[in-house]
T-cell receptor
Framework: GAVVSQHPSRVICKSGTSVKIECRSL??????MFWYRQFPKQSLMLMAT?????????EQGVEKDKFLINHASLTLSTLTVTSAHPEDSSFYIC?????????FGPGTRLTVL | AQSVTQLDSHVSVSEGTPVLLRCNYS??????LFWYVQHPNKGLQLLLK??????LVKGINGFEAEFKKSETSFHLTKPSAHMSDAAEYFC??????????????FGKGTRLHILP
């Protein structure tokens, strides 16, 4: 099946710094990618939809200036958490759309100290 | 509007016995339905999907699900549970297609516990 990678798998940063997370579709091209956030023991919350070559569409309540998304190519989308704070600590998961199915990356555990 | 209800937040079964994880959905259109599995601190893996073909869908690791339109259900089953099946399972519905909004709606998840 289709494979999606994320890098890094874990990151620890200091409060106020920015962190970039990469999401790559390894064996297919993805016009559309999605970014999710998962709180402990909860389901996934869609943060934004990323379309190659255009601006991302953010869900209500998600700060677009804080969570910067860039979908520069058909195989790469990045999420940058700017000026991170401890409340941004979470598990971030991306997915890439292949025809009618979303394939998920392995996730990135962000811890902000 | 579309929605997904996973009726059980936790399910416990003994190893070697059948597994049933329940999922009901509502959708204004013909939906696509998916089951994903998430092992602790891991990403999501697609188990199986229904996209308007055969109503009985076979997936990986011996799982299958049956789409029942009259009952608006898409329950996940496995004849014999294995210890490695212990994980969180998400039922997902999408009304999107290639040229439509492909957002998906997640159920709240069902934690499957396997008893030795």
């Amino acid at each position: 099946g289709a494979v999606v990678s994320q890098h890094p798998s874990r990151v620890i940063c200091k409060s106020g710094t920015s962190v970039k997370i990469e999401c790559r579709s390894l064996d297919f091209q993805a016009t559309t990618m999605f970014w999710y956030r998962q709180f402990p023991k909860q389901s996934l919350m869609l943060m934004a939809t990323s379309n190659e070559g255009s601006k991302a569409t953010y869900e209500q309540g998600v700060e677009k200036d804080k969570f910067l998304i860039n979908h520069a190519s058909l195989t790469l989308s990045t999420l940058t958490v700017t000026s991170a704070h401890p409340e941004d600590s979470s598990f971030y998961i991306c997915s890439a759309l292949d025809t009618d199915t979303q394939y998920f990356g392995p996730g990135t555990r962000l811890t902000v100290l | 509007a579309q929605s997904v209800t996973q009726l059980d937040s936790h399910v416990s079964v003994s190893e070697g016995t059948p597994v049933l994880l329940r999922c009901n959905y509502s959708s204004s259109y013909s939906p696509s339905l998916f089951w994903y599995v998430q092992h602790p601190n891991k990403g999501l893996q697609l188990l199986l999907k229904y996209t308007s073909a055969a109503t009985l869908v076979k997936g990986i690791n011996g799982f299958e699900a049956e789409f029942k339109k009259s009952e608006t259900s898409f329950h996940l089953t496995k004849p014999s549970a294995h210890m490695s099946d212990a994980a969180e399972y998400f039922c997902v519905v999408s009304e999107g297609g290639v040229n439509r909004d492909d957002k998906i709606i997640f159920g709240k998840g069902t934690r499957l516990h396997i008893l030795p």
